[in-house]
């Protein structure tokens, strides 16, 4: 099958580029956005949580796939959660919402039902999971402030999202967690909210005990050079084996043929800090398998301009995602000026499996390099992320009983 790179738009991104041609929204006065910081969220509410165990929510959905082999041959993988698991999972989802607003409401949008499925509903497989609204910046402000027009202070938006992430955490931890064991999940925006708040009231602190791992994908988390802490973190480590606890997976991934450019948003080291990165296929080092769970078709965040498909000739499938076992390796790549996770798609011509996925941001028919494959940084590593947790499940609670 010929090479081909297909079209992967996020939102933000076309948003960004309109704001600039056409003008951003007017700037919100600044009382207004900081006047939200008083009014805190009850998170009693139970409207206030995407996602909670033992109702029918955002993370109850059809996860099916379809296997799709190297020979073209198509099967039914089916999934279903775990209702009896024995951990918690505690998830911040990224940067999605298209509210016209520098923050967004509670209401739940379908963008924010639709990250959940992507990025967390698999878990249930291995944990309870919560998935709390908050009032994050808006794909909105971050287009006007790309386009040099603020709406408000970013650091006023953040402090809304941090405070709400902050009182959504307290009160899980008082009504639901009875002292259970917590896996962080969190990707970009998120990763950065559940960053403060490992620094502010778990790295160090009593908290950290009940930490089996975290999750922190596509957010800069920086180690000193050669070392596993002393960056962003000063006592959780990165996980170097699937049954390490109380240990940190975090990396940015670019494609093998686009590596991180001059001016990346992501994978960049500062002085003697570098980015970390902890390999989901291959914790103690090297090279790995990623097993992958991708969207059938483009929906959502990614659209794209030309027909996909996933063999060739064509065949239909069903399921809302797809597995390529055997298709993409990664390992992590580390130097002066970089560390990031490169991923490498396995691609041979002769067989008739496509010989490309949809990842990359293209705008205009150019690749945005510095945000290398940033939409489905949690998609590549899916099924590792699953079997890194059972595994880190069974240590953490072997070790609780000693």
Known sequence: MLHKIYTLVLVFCIGILVSVSMGAPAIAQTKDAADKIAAKIDYSEPSTWLCRPGRQDACIVDLSTTVVAADGSLTREDWAPNPDAPIDCFYIYPTVSLDPTPSSDMNV?????????????????????????????????????????????????AK??????????????????????????????????????????????????QIISAILIGANVMVARNKDVGGTFKHMPLCHKKDDTGCVIAYSSFRSTIPPPEKS???????????????????????????????????????????????????????????????????????????????AVQADPKDPRTDDIIGDVIVGGKVLTDWGLHVIDMHLAMGNFLDIVNHQAKAYLKAKKK
Request: net charge positive.
């Open 109 to 157: 949008g379908p963008e924010e039902q639709r990250v959940v499925v992507s990025q967390l509903a698999r878990f249930a497989s291995q944990c309870r999971v919560y998935a709390p609204m908050y009032r994050q910046r808006t794909l909105t402000a971050l287009r006007a402030e790309m386009a040099g027009k603020p709406m408000a202070p970013a650091d006023v938006l």
């Open 160 to 209: 809304i999202a941090k405070d709400d992430v902050l009182d959504a955490w307290n009160y899980y931890l008082k009504n639901d967690n009875k002292g259970r064991g917590i896996v962080l999940v969190g990707h970009s925006q998120g990763a950065r909210m559940l960053i403060d708040l490992i620094r502010d009231e778990i790295d160090g602190k009593p908290a950290q005990s």
């Open 265 to 343: 948003r992501y994978g960049l080291n500062k002085g003697d800090l570098v980015a970390a990165c902890a390999n989901p296929a291959a914790l103690e080092g090297g090279s790995g398998e990623l097993h992958s769970y991708l969207q059938t078709a483009p929906s959502g965040l990614i659209t794209t301009d030309k027909p996909f498909s996933w063999v060739t000739p064509p065949k239909p499938i069903s399921t809302p995602f797809v597995s390529v076992p055997g298709l993409l390796k990664a390992k992590c790549v580390t130097d002066d000026r970089l560390s990031y996770l490169e991923v």
